[in-house]
């Protein structure tokens, strides 16, 4: 009996120890394919501008200097792309960043309210005129412990989407609410959507739902994917949802600290 059970044992040892060998395996190459797309995606991402700049200079080389009319637009397209792989490398070397295992936040707390609001006061002055802004943040403070840089960045990187997508005449909500030791913080547009089945991709590094329309607009694909990493480090959570054709809304949370009631009065 005993010898039995003792077989049995060692067997099932082997088969979990197998197991965990199998699983190992498959986990490295998923982190070994998902490092290979990334090489090519970036690959990809900056022969575009390269190439574009190649055929402008060529051409304004060959003669096209000499004409009033054409030279300067020609170069403002390699002008435009010589920012577009600026971006795009200033992106890279975020996440690269964060990538690195001596990577810290410097965090001090901060009452989201206020800050949330200086944000958007910075956006409110640069905005396009036909845009309206609506505040929807509660009267009562909410201290977050946060690297202001790093969550002002998810902000920039979220806000600035909603106007990008946003249909001229469109409105643009913020908004706090606590929930559960969290702070739930969210932006809301009226414009194009995203479809349900790719909403969760668009966290994804260089997805991009809609690319020569991204690209257009200036986009690397890479401002959501940052955005979550950074709210993942501060032990938060960041997700979207939209009615497609009708607009998008993208909520992160952040753990917080009521503001202190005096305990003693
Ligand atoms: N507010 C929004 N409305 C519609 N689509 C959006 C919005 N925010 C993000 N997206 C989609 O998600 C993709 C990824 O966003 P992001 O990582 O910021 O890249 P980028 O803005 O550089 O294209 C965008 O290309 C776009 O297709
Ligand atoms: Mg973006």
């Not at 009033?68 to 397209?77: D, G, K, M, N, Y």
């Not at 006061?121 to 009562?140: G, H, Q």
């Amino acid at each position: 009996m005993r010898g039995n059970f003792s077989v049995i044992q060692k067997e099932t040892g082997f088969v979990n120890g197998l197991i965990t060998v199998l699983h190992d395996i498959t986990e490295q190459e998923k982190i070994e394919s998902e490092r290979r797309e990334f090489v090519a995606n970036v690959s990809h991402e900056l022969r575009t501008p390269l190439t574009t700049m190649r055929s402008y200079l060529e051409a304004l080389a060959e003669g096209a200097w000499k004409d009033e009319e054409i030279a300067p637009s020609f170069l403002s397209v390699t002008q435009n792309e010589t920012e577009r792989m600026i971006r795009l490398v200033n992106d890279l070397l975020q996440l690269s960043k964060m990538d690195s295992k001596d990577y810290r936040l410097k965090t001090g707390w901060v009452n989201f309210n206020k800050f949330y609001d200086h944000i958007i006061d910075r956006f409110e002055m640069t905005k396009n005129d036909d845009i309206t802004f609506k505040r929807d943040l509660p009267k009562e403070a909410y201290f977050v412990d946060i690297d202001e840089d790093k969550i002002t960045q998810v902000l920039y990187n979220v806000i600035s989407n909603s106007l990008k997508y946003s249909p001229e005449g469109g409105q643009v909500t913020f908004r706090v609410r606590p929930s559960d030791g969290f702070i739930i913080v969210s932006i809301t547009d009226q414009g194009v959507g995203i479809p349900k089945n790719v909403i969760d991709k668009i966290f994804d590094r260089f997805y991009r739902v809609d690319k020569a329309r991204a690209r257009n607009l200036g986009g690397t694909g890479l401002g959501l994917a940052i955005a979550k990493e950074m709210v993942v480090a501060h032990g938060g959570k960041i997700w979207a949802e939209s009615v497609d054709g009708k607009g998008t809304t993208v909520f992160f949370t952040l753990p917080y600290e009521q503001e202190e009631e005096d305990d003693w009065s």
